[in-house]
């Protein structure tokens, strides 16, 4: 049987491989995207989910009948809208019914059928800003 700390080197190299990592060039280029240092977490879209399985997520949390996300800011004219990129409306429209439903204490509300999964990586770009559970406030 191996010894302790050998055991655990082979459980962590296969999470450590696969764990979401900010690239020094994305961040030398100003991408405006990172590694959160403070433990915060966003849900977002998966690159590999299908643009039906997003569009009809996406209706789903924005509805007031579904989710009850505030979806104004990936609407015409906010300050997330980017009509060809259904991948980051689907990860706002997910961020913000996440951040509703309790956050990282409610991982399971960050799924929508698989097409999602959490991240520490901030998706926030330019002037659209994905807030994470520390700086989400609640509206009276």
Not at 13 to 37: D, E, K, M, Y
Not at 40 to 53: F, H, P, R, S
Not at 76 to 105: I, M
Not at 109 to 129: E, I
């Amino acid at each position: 049987m191996p010894a302790p700390s050998s055991l655990l080197l082979l459980l962590l190299v296969p999470i450590l491989l696969l764990a979401p990592r900010a690239s020094a060039a994305g961040a030398a280029a100003g991408s405006g995207v990172g590694v959160s240092g403070g433990g915060q977490l966003w849900c977002v879209a998966k690159n590999n989910a299908e643009d039906g399985a997003l569009q009809s997520a996406i209706d789903w949390a924005c509805s007031v009948d579904g989710g009850r996300a505030d979806c104004a800011a990936i609407q015409q004219g906010g300050a997330c809208y980017d009509p060809p990129d259904l991948q980051r409306h689907a990860s706002y429209a997910f961020n913000d019914y996440f951040l509703r439903s309790g956050g990282a204490a409610s991982p399971a509300a960050c799924d929508f059928s698989g097409a999602a999964a959490l991240t520490a990586l901030n998706p926030s770009r330019g002037s659209c800003a994905f807030p994470s559970r520390k700086e989400k406030k609640e509206k009276n």
